[in-house]
């Protein structure tokens, strides 16, 4: 046995099979094809999801490197698109000087009592 088929037999897909079937009904749902289209006007592609649903079920068969290099792909790109966003607000490094003097519009911390 050499050093790249051990490789082979050890690796192992990045979600189990039954995440991406799963991902695939969701994404197909009524719900989220509505919550979608509300938030960003078109209808979600859902084939990715499917495509490597069968190529993890592909690879746990068959061990074929075709549907392994095809998952890899995929999920280096969702990863790519998630890294793709700006964040909304900038992280501070440090907290501001005045942290913690008292708000300027809060005179009596009892005024704040319901």
Not at 48 to 55: A, F, G, V
Not at 59 to 73: C, H, I, P, Q
Request: include cysteine; aromatic fraction near 14%; glycine fraction near 2%.
């Amino acid at each position: 046995m050499t050093m790249e088929s051990s490789g082979e037999q050890s690796w192992r897909t990045p979600r189990v099979c039954d995440d991406y079937w799963r991902e695939f009904k969701h994404c197909k749902s009524i719900w989220n094809r509505f919550h979608h289209y509300y938030t960003y006007g078109t209808s979600p592609s859902c084939e990715q999801w499917k495509e490597d649903y069968y190529n993890c079920t592909e690879w746990e068969n068959t061990r074929s490197v075709k549907a392994k290099e095809s998952l890899l792909m995929s999920e280096r790109d969702r990863l790519a698109e998630q890294k793709k966003f700006t964040p909304s607000m900038d992280m501070r490094k440090v907290p501001p000087r005045d942290w913690h003097l008292p708000l300027q519009n809060q005179q009596n911390p009892q005024d704040f009592k319901s």
